[in-house]
């Protein structure tokens, strides 16, 4: 019973810390706005969905690792671009989220502001 209540606290925690991992935003830029064939979206529309799905599944990849779940990143995505950012104590952690990021279908390239401190 105990072993139970331990593991809830546990989810529970890990949760609540991976939670302000994501925050995906995105900003059209003049060649962005251009009609997507076909769709009846305009590119900026298509783009800015593309971006908020590309960081839910970057986000969820890096939930997934122990070794850099425990990171307080933040990642924002424009036009396929992630921007990792935030603090750490580990250059080798911020090195694996950074390949978990490009591992990402979707992600064109991967921009480091992670500070180590």
């Given at each position: 019973?105990?072993?139970?209540?331990?593991w809830s606290v546990i989810v529970a925690a890990t949760a609540l810390s991976v939670a302000p991992v994501i925050g995906a935003q995105y900003t059209p830029t003049a060649g962005t706005l251009?009609?997507?064939?076909?769709?009846g979206k305009d590119a900026a529309t298509r783009t800015a969905a593309d971006d908020r799905e590309i960081a839910l599944r970057v986000?969820?990849?890096?939930a997934k690792d122990k070794e850099v779940a425990t990171l307080n990143l933040m990642i924002k995505v424009a036009d396929g671009v992630v921007e990792l950012s935030g603090t750490a104590r580990d250059r080798g952690k911020v090195n694996r989220a950074i390949a978990i990021a490009r591992s990402v279908p979707g992600v064109k390239s991967v921009k480091n502001e992670v500070t180590v401190s």
């Open positions: 019973m105990k072993k139970q209540a331990c251009a009609q997507a064939p076909g769709t986000h969820a990849a890096l």
